[in-house]
């Protein structure tokens, strides 16, 4: 393997390993920026790790559903009327395990909103 190919390969396995062995079950406050509504938000989340499936209990959601796969994290809250308006967030882990950023997609009657999302673990 030619230099600079091992000393990638080793970068990237570093940058990603406190991510792969990282366990997101725990409380975490989630910004919204902006929320679904325009405004930045702030929800409070518990998520529940089992292997890659991601569970989120948020505020007055009931529950949702997402996976996390080599430091990528995505998950999806129902929302809005009837809990019927699917909110996609894709996000990255940080080297520390306790950040998640990234950003979120609504599609509903107006059209696709987007926004930014940073997840801070709180316990």
């Known amino acids: ?15 990603f390993a406190p991510a792969l062995g990282t366990n997101l ?12 509504t325009d405004s930045p938000a702030l929800l ?15 505020d007055a959601v009931v529950s949702a ?5 080599e430091g990528a994290v995505k998950f999806v809250i129902m929302t809005g009327p009837n809990d019927l308006l699917p909110a996609r967030f894709s996000g ?14 609504l599609e509903d009657t107006t059209g696709n909103r987007v926004g930014r999302f940073r997840a801070e673990k709180q316990n």
């Open 65 to 69: 559903g997402g996976t996390i796969d």
């Open 25 to 36: 079950t725990g409380h975490w406050a989630v910004t919204l920026d902006p929320g679904f």
């Open 92 to 105: 990255v882990i940080d080297p520390t395990g306790a950040v998640i950023a990234g950003t979120w997609r």
């Open 1 to 15: 393997m030619p230099p600079q190919t091992s000393a990638a390969v080793i970068a990237l396995s570093l940058t």
């Open 44 to 58: 409070q989340c518990d998520i529940t790790q089992d292997g890659r499936a991601l569970t989120l209990d948020c």
